[in-house]
């Protein structure tokens, strides 16, 4: 089976994306706790993870371009090679305390993690139609042995040295060079010379289309929301006496719900259609706010993260999926960038508020202020339904008049 290069460059990408989420995991849950201990005004607690983020956003549209160009292999190798620049430029400022040094680590480290992010995109590009909703998801399914090790390690290499969590970013960057050595075995065709030259239409026109304001809108507001309540929850459940150990329990649901689906969602496309998924997605964040608000309790904690993850990755995955109908092969790298670009644009600006609205107003009403959003989204699933009814009543009414 692995003879196939859509099967070999799964599996592959499947492990690289389990290293990316573990490395994403462990920053975002020692982040906040490393920025709440070094930063001189506690409202900046989480802009190293922010920093992350933002990092991610400004390279979504270079990292889609640089591809282009050079070819999928070529930029995950070199984008490796960055990601491990950054991490040890984290750990040496975490040895220094030099918060602001941490965040520009941190910001190196989001331009690793922007090419990282088309791993999924990477395995769809070689896989044939019906296979890539299953490409996309079995890829993503990577992550779940993050939702085990990313904390675990946070944890276990907490006190190895003598300034906590510094073995955890070296043995963070340790994890990117076993990234360079199996990308390097990643096997996509590049464009051709004259693919390359083809620009297709303007990215506007591709961005009106509603497939467009459908995957993106999913995509933007299920990321925002995730990483606005997600980078709040250990630094509001220490707030509230939780030990730092249980905040970590909390997180490793938290990412089994964002990654364990995925072996499944595209199964779930396949059978019931793209829009119920997301749909379900989205009801799935609105259940895990308001179990948010029902009390602060471990349990509480636990399940609003879990079906937090679960809502993301139905939006996400599904996004994802609608995304690869909206393109031609000529404004693929555009497309992807313009859809990435506005994702992580979106999850930098609820990361940083995360940290301001928790120092602020406290943790129920950061669940609160993001049900508005969650809201958004379901109608905005809603109406993309009923327009993708309509245009598939349209494409049955030639053949209906023929027979």
Request: aromatic letters at 12%; charged letters at 10%; glycine letters at 8%.
């Amino acid at each position: 089976m692995f003879k196939h290069p859509q099967y070999r460059n799964v599996t592959l990408l499947a492990v690289c994306q389990s290293i990316f989420v573990c490395g994403q995991t462990t920053l975002f849950f020692v982040g906040g706790l490393i920025g709440y201990k070094l930063a001189a005004d506690k409202a900046l607690a989480t802009l190293p993870v922010s920093a992350v983020i933002l990092g991610t956003a400004l390279m979504t549209i270079p990292a889609s371009m640089v591809m282009r160009r050079v070819g999928r292999r070529a930029g995950f190798m070199g984008a490796a090679v960055v990601g491990f620049t950054g991490l040890l430029i984290c750990a040496f400022a975490l040895y220094t305390s030099a918060f602001w040094l941490l965040v520009a680590g941190a910001l190196t480290v989001g331009f690793y993690n922007a090419f990282c992010q088309y791993y999924r995109f990477a395995a769809a590009d070689a896989a044939t139609p019906a296979f890539r909703p299953k490409a996309i998801s079995l890829v993503m399914a990577g992550g779940i042995v993050a939702g085990v090790i990313g904390p675990t390690i946070a944890i276990q290499t907490r006190s190895l040295m003598d300034y906590e969590y510094l073995a955890s970013y070296l043995t963070l960057a340790v994890m990117v060079v076993c990234v360079f050595g199996l990308v390097s075995f990643v096997r996509i065709p590049r464009l051709s010379e004259t693919e390359l030259k083809e620009t297709g239409r303007p990215l506007l026109t591709i961005m009106r289309q509603p497939k467009f304001i459908a995957a993106a809108g999913s995509s933007m507001l299920g990321y925002g929301i995730m990483a606005l309540l997600m980078t709040a929850t250990p630094l509001a459940m220490i707030a509230c006496d939780h030990p730092v150990d249980d905040a970590g329990f909390v997180i490793q649901w938290h990412v089994v719900g964002m990654f364990a689906p995925s072996f499944f969602t595209g199964h779930l496309i396949t059978r019931f259609g793209l829009v119920k998924v997301m749909l379900t997605g989205a009801i799935l964040l609105l259940v895990a706010t308001g179990t948010a608000l029902l009390g602060i309790d471990m349990l509480h904690f636990m399940i609003s993260m879990f079906l937090l993850g679960l809502g993301w990755n139905f939006l996400f995955v599904g996004g994802s999926t609608l995304l690869t109908e909206v393109y031609t092969p000529a404004e693929r790298a555009k497309t992807q960038a313009a859809h990435d670009f506005m994702v992580f644009a979106t999850t930098a600006a609820g990361s940083f508020l995360s940290g301001q609205l928790l120092y602020r107003v406290g943790w129920e009403m950061v669940n609160v202020i993001a049900l508005p959003f969650i809201v958004a989204v379901t109608l905005l699933v809603i109406r993309y339904a009923f327009i993708r009814r309509a245009e598939e009543q349209a494409a049955a009414s030639p053949a209906t008049a023929t027979t």
